[in-house]
């Protein structure tokens, strides 16, 4: 029973394709996020959905567009891959937004871009 | 621009010593750190984290040292133990930022036997 899953676990594809990366939590969290890791191992946040609300959207590109469904889960779309996408992508969750409610990571979904 | 850097891409260490990870902050608006631990092919996992207004926290094997004067924190790990050996994430955020952590590059960590 995976606190965090995300499908699918690695992500194959070509530029110029569009695909989705889906999570779902079940802790019964509020918060969930997405995260990059670049090449040189940077983890940075992307998106941030609090009870279904967008709260933080770093520069992303406009072709990266989250969707939360409901509470349990947040999707991640691109459109338009290039090569510079290829990265893991890692969800996370959290109870709340405060410094008391730590993340919870998936265990991320390496996508090659060719 | 990095503003959390751990500039120690690995360390090793015999089990029983004490693992030293340091990691290092540039902006002074990061009152929250946290210390995550990644084993290969899965996600970070939360270890530890302090307060700007503590300068130690210990949960068993594990204890966070912060001094703010030098925007350095250290984790140390006693006595370490193969089982600790992964990669060691230090993470920064500032309260009211929603929970917006700001992720060093990791120190691979090699618990030797």
């Known amino acids: 029973d995976t606190a965090v899953s995300q499908t699918p676990k690695y992500l194959v594809t070509q530029m110029g394709n569009d695909k989705s990366i889906k999570c779902e939590q079940n802790l019964g969290h509020d918060t969930m996020y997405w995260y990059k890791q670049d090449s040189k191992k940077f983890l940075k946040i992307m998106f941030s959905?609090?009870?279904?609300?967008?709260?933080i959207n770093e520069t992303v590109p406009n072709r990266f567009s989250p969707k939360s469904p409901d509470k349990a889960h947040l999707n991640l779309h691109i459109n338009s891959l290039e090569l510079g996408d290829s990265a893991v992508y890692f969800c996370a969750s959290s109870r709340g937004t405060g410094n008391n409610s730590p993340l919870h990571f998936g265990n991320g979904t390496r996508l090659t871009v060719t | 621009d990095q503003q959390v850097k751990q500039n120690s891409p690995s360390l090793s260490v015999q089990e029983g010593r004490i693992s030293i990870l340091n990691c290092d902050y540039t902006n002074s608006m990061f009152d929250y750190f946290l210390w995550y631990k990644k084993y290969p092919a899965e996600g970070p996992t939360f270890l530890i984290s302090?307060?700007?207004?503590?300068d130690k926290n210990e949960d068993g094997r594990f204890t966070v040292f912060l001094n703010k004067s030098a925007k350095h924190l250290s984790l140390h790990i006693v006595p370490s133990q193969p089982g600790d050996s992964a990669v060691y994430f230090c993470a920064a955020s500032i309260t009211g930022t929603a929970s917006k952590l700001t992720f060093g590059t990791g120190t691979r960590l090699q618990v030797t036997l």
């Open positions: 959905y609090n009870n279904k609300e967008l709260i």
């Open positions: 302090i307060s700007s207004i503590k």
